[in-house]
């Protein structure tokens, strides 16, 4: 069976010059880590064009457990799907198209829904050019994918008419929209052979964008409808009672005639409403108070963008992760492969751990490390154990696992509980006037950057770096609190990401002193922290701080007023704390002002560390 995954693999990685590896652990891709900053930058619109190296993965990643019962043809032509479709995708074009139809009034989400259908064709589309027998197979994937779209709204029947007719089949949508789709086809299928990527857009939005936002405008309207339909089916379950309250006032607010049409169609959908009654639904909303139609046009808005993401979430590629930004934007999160662990690292682990002793195997089960991994970590821990001790009682203090405190005194009157005389005489806890509290765990993620730039080399700097690192790290983990580590010099790796058991990582942390070398960049390492951190800050609802390490002046990107500004913008959203050893005293000072602390001895660095997290989390839970 594995000879079977990794001949597939083979096979993909000659056809597309790329890395290709087999897993049972998901979906994913990388590139290379040295143009990430220009890849990003390409992606959001910043730049016009990158270098094709730039924009082809190193590798991919594919997921063998969605294979384990389909044919061998299949599989491959999925996987061609996923590493086409990143090769096909001009993100930059997806995002200047997101920006040109929100400045228009619309949500970004709705011209994602067209271009993720259209770039998914077109990636098949260079696919069955070069494998004519792979048409089938992707059909059939396609045939799949219909199969689990509910919920559609007009401008998503558009989308699809145009991937029934790679089927070769007749849309079962009204005809009315088969003529419209009839009308569009020889622009789509202009933008399906087109290469050059400013055609492409120009096409999209001129040609493709113009004829699609019709439908878009339907779909908003007949949004409006559903949610009143909503409402008089009694609302979904709400965490927001305010939000219901208001639903409920805009539905009382509608003239008599159009709520008895609301309610006589409260079971169904506004699609199954005819058009006459459409539109006199609408003409009642239209005599709603300004702020109610405002209000309901602000919910509409968010109906809209999460039925959009529902349907287009299927043509996205399934190796990239995705982010949902304010007002609906949507980007895509990429990833060094180093940072992925390409093919060939993977390899390289398995031979590594096949080489190894029954002792050594013992140890890494137990302990992620070697034998003599783990001397040279006990060794390390042996400084810092005190303060670890110390630091796991302090932050305790903070974050109660259980429930503790007693407060308020009732000497006479109804709240005495009388029945509990009995008990609380004999075991004399004498709490029986008190009432218990349950205080709140307040849970803080971390962001950790550790600078390892050539100059980390002098005064044992990277071991005491490496030390204050253990620190932090094993209190955090045994407190199961949320922490990634990232190290730089020129270039930002992730070290431990926010979901990764720290024991797989501590071989890593110790291999840190032969990685020392290149050039600070300040500016990149916070960037690219903070946009880590916030993301899982808005996934888990949790606060976060950046804590930094660094031993001088940033000698790449960013420098003087330019790095100033740019740290006062992320501290606005995330606290950042930089530590700061010897000479560094005025680099802290002049850019990171009181949130930067320097220490002149790095012995003490282990304690400094712990002083800034315990002062840190007192602020965080204060402001909780």
């Known amino acids: 069976m594995k000879e079977k995954w990794r001949a597939i693999a083979n096979l993909l990685e000659e056809e597309f010059d790329i890395e290709v590896q087999p897993s049972y652990e998901g979906w994913g891709s990388g590139y290379d880590p040295k143009y990430l900053p220009m890849l990003e930058m390409w992606a959001k619109g910043e730049m016009d064009e990158v270098p ?6 190193k590798g991919v990643v594919f997921n063998i457990l969605d294979f384990l019962k389909r044919s061998e043809d299949y599989t491959i032509n999925s996987v061609r799907h996923e590493i086409s479709l990143l090769l096909n995708i001009h993100f930059s074009n997806w995002r200047l198209g997101q920006r040109e139809v929100f400045r228009a009034g619309y949500s970004p989400s709705s011209f994602v829904v067209l271009v993720s259908v259209l770039d998914s064709l077109k990636a098949d589309r260079s696919i069955s050019d ?14 799949e994918v219909l199969q689990n779209l509910q919920s559609l709204y007009p ?52 040609d493709l964008w113009t004829k699609f936002r019709g439908y878009v405008d339907m779909a908003k309207e007949i949004n409006l409808i559903d949610l009143l339909l909503d409402e008089a089916r009694g609302g979904r379950v709400r965490e927001d009672a305010h939000r219901g309250r208001i639903m409920t006032d805009v539905l009382s607010k509608l003239p008599d005639k159009h709520r008895e049409i609301i309610k006589s169609y409260k079971d169904k959908e506004a699609q199954d409403m005819p058009q006459e009654l459409q539109k006199e639904v609408l003409k009642g909303i239209k ?48 990833k060094g492969w180093e940072e992925e662990g390409g093919a060939s690292a993977n390899r390289k682990q398995n031979r590594q751990e096949e080489e190894l002793s029954d002792m050594d195997k013992k140890y890494k089960r137990e302990h992620g490390l070697t034998e003599d991994e783990f001397k040279r970590y006990k060794a390390m821990m042996r400084s810092v154990l005190p303060y670890v001790e110390h630091f796991k009682r302090r932050f305790d203090n903070f974050l109660p696992q259980e429930e503790e405190g007693w407060s308020g005194r009732y000497l006479r009157g109804r709240r005495l509980n009388y029945k509990q005389i009995a008990k609380e005489v004999p075991i004399k806890r004498g709490r029986l006037f008190s009432r218990r509290e349950v205080p709140d765990r307040k849970e803080i993620v971390f962001e950790l950057l550790i600078d390892v730039s050539a100059s980390m080399r002098k005064e044992e700097k990277i071991q005491n770096a490496i030390k204050a690192l253990l620190l932090v ?56 922290g903070a946009d880590s951190l916030e993301f899982y ?88």
């Open 473 to 528: 790290s094993e209190v955090l983990d045994s407190l199961s609190m949320p922490f990634s580590i990232r190290v730089f010099n020129e270039n930002v790796y992730e070290l431990k990401s926010f979901e990764e058991d720290y024991r797989s990582v501590k071989s890593r942390i110790m291999e840190l002193t032969s990685n020392v070398g290149g050039g600070t960049d300040l500016g990149k390492a916070v960037g690219a």
């Open 537 to 624: 800050m808005k996934k888990s609802g949790m606060k976060g701080i950046i804590v930094m390490f660094t031993d001088g002046q940033p000698t790449k990107g960013l420098k003087g007023n330019e790095l100033k500004v740019f740290l006062s913008q992320v501290r606005q959203k995330i606290p950042i704390v930089a530590i700061g050893v010897g000479e560094a005293l005025h680099m802290v000072k002049e850019y990171f002002d009181r949130n930067g602390i320097n220490v002149e001895d790095i012995s003490k660095l282990p304690s400094a560390f712990s002083f800034v997290m315990e002062n840190q989390l007192k602020r965080l839970v204060s402001a909780n």
């Open 287 to 334: 005599s709603l108070p300004d702020w109610m139609r405002d209000y309901l046009g602000q919910m509409s808005y968010i109906d809209m963008l999460e039925r959009d993401i529902s349907f287009f979430s299927n043509f996205l590629p399934k190796t990239l992760e995705t982010d949902i930004e304010h007002r609906g934007f949507l980007s895509f999160l990429f």
């Open 130 to 143: 070069d494998n004519p027998s792979s048409l089938h197979a992707l059909r059939e994937r396609y045939s």
């Open 155 to 206: 401008h998503h029947k558009l989308a699809l008419s145009f991937l029934y007719d790679f089927l070769e089949e007749e849309p079962p949508f009204e005809l009315s929209l088969q003529e419209h789709s009839r009308h569009m086809m020889p622009h789509v299928k202009e933008y399906l052979k087109e290469k050059d990527y400013q055609v492409l857009y120009d096409i999209l939005m001129e």
């Open 52 to 57: 094709p190296v730039v924009k082809t993965p």
